[in-house]
């Protein structure tokens, strides 16, 4: 099985601010990354596919980068909206799938 | 405007059972493949299964393997997963998940819409 390690679990940083999360993979995925955000008592949302690939509406601060084994989430100009939860998933050993453990974004 | 609503939990005694559903609407439910997903109190995303537009291919997390089955019924739009033997470490919420995927520059599936989840508890 792929593991997905994501670091750090946990991240403080104020409004405007540029944030960078790492996932790694435990082997090449190749670019099979996506990057989820998900809020309190809300479903995951989809912000990018294909490792950096931006889903349509996702805000162009969001870009996301990395292919084999270690990808990386940026968030530039960090807006209070953001905070959040964001999870990788690999999607190499489809339909066999994996999150990563989550990276919880605080504000400062 | 696609929409997966599930239903079906709730509170059940270790080792009874439970059916979700996951009605779709919005989309061509016959043509997209499906996942479950759970997440348990304060933790992260598991995924659990997945079924293929035809129901011809399933796979299971060795975790619920043996104790879920997932099914679906294209003429109602609707998704399931039975799940049985359920133990106090399967309390989470269950969200339903369409799957989509993109070819180029290779093919890589991703989870574009999500239900809004719902909550099973296993406890006496």
């Known amino acids: 099985d792929i593991q997905m390690t994501q670091s750090p679990s946990s991240l403080s940083a104020s409004v405007g601010d540029r944030v960078t999360i790492t996932c790694r993979a435990s082997?090449?995925?190749?670019?099979?990354l996506n990057w989820y955000q998900q809020k309190p008592g809300k479903a995951p949302k989809l912000l990018i596919s294909?490792?950096?690939s931006l889903q349509s509406g996702v805000p162009s601060r969001f870009s996301g980068s990395g292919s084999g084994t270690d990808f990386t989430l940026t968030i530039n100009s960090l807006q209070p909206e953001d905070f959040a939860t964001y999870y990788c998933?690999?999607?190499?050993?489809?339909?066999?799938?994996?999150f990563g453990q989550g990276t919880k974004l605080e504000i400062k | 405007e696609v929409q997966l609503v599930e239903s079906g939990g709730g509170l059940v005694a270790p080792g009874g059972s439970l059916r979700l559903s996951c009605a779709a609407s919005?989309?061509?439910?016959?043509?997209?493949?499906m996942n479950w997903v759970r997440q348990a109190p304060g933790k992260g995303l598991e995924w659990l299964s997945y079924?293929?537009?035809?129901?011809?291919?399933?796979n299971y997390a060795d975790s619920v393997k043996g104790r879920f089955t997932v099914s679906r019924d294209n003429a109602k739009n609707s998704l399931y997963l039975q799940m049985n033997s359920l133990r106090a470490e399967d309390t989470a919420v269950y969200y339903c998940?369409?799957?989509?995927?993109?070819?180029?520059?290779?093919?890589?599936?991703?989870?574009?819409?999500w239900g809004r989840g719902i909550l099973v508890t296993v406890s006496s």
């Open positions: 919005g989309f061509t439910f016959s043509t997209y493949n």
């Open positions: 082997q090449s995925i190749r670019s099979s």
């Open positions: 079924i293929d537009y035809t129901s011809s291919s399933i």
């Open positions: 998933q690999q999607s190499h050993s489809s339909p066999v799938y994996s």
């Open positions: 998940a369409r799957e989509d995927l993109v070819v180029v520059p290779a093919v890589s599936h991703y989870f574009d819409y």
């Open positions: 294909v490792a950096s």
